[in-house]
């Protein structure tokens, strides 16, 4: 059974950072790719960030290009998201999730190709 368990999200100021973990179980980590995605109350969810199973692409939406670094460990199963200079705007509850169809090494454009999503961590950013 795939699973995703993220954390490292929490209530932070304007300017600030925070760096979010995911824990990835129940598949061959290092053959998916991964992405980060993000949910805002009212709003759908949109993709962040992606990187390819070997970490040799990543892709980033606009809104965080310059601020988001995505990067992976396959030795410990883990991705993780490094978020500076925060803006009110990133305020949402932030999912990660495997490419689990078509090409799955590589980063997608759809996110229904991703699937096993967990439970997400909040992140908030004051003003």
């Known amino acids: 059974q795939v699973q995703m368990v993220e954390s490292g999200g929490g209530l932070v100021q304007a300017g600030g950072s925070l760096r979010l973990s995911c824990a990835a179980s129940g598949l061959i980590f290092g053959e998916h790719a991964m992405g980060w995605f993000r949910q805002a109350p009212g709003k759908e969810r949109e993709e962040v960030s992606c990187i390819a199973w070997n970490g040799g692409y990543t892709y980033y939406a606009n809104s965080v290009k310059g601020r988001f670094t995505i990067s992976r460990d396959n030795a410990k199963n883990t991705l993780y998201l490094e978020m500076n200079s925060l803006k009110p705007e990133d305020t949402a509850m932030y999912y990660c999730?495997?490419?689990?169809?078509?090409?799955?090494?590589?980063?997608?454009?759809?996110?229904?190709?991703?699937?096993?999503w967990g439970q997400g961590t909040q992140v908030t950013v004051s003003s």
């Open positions: 999730a495997p490419r689990l169809i078509g090409s799955y090494s590589y980063c997608s454009g759809s996110s229904g190709d991703f699937g096993g």
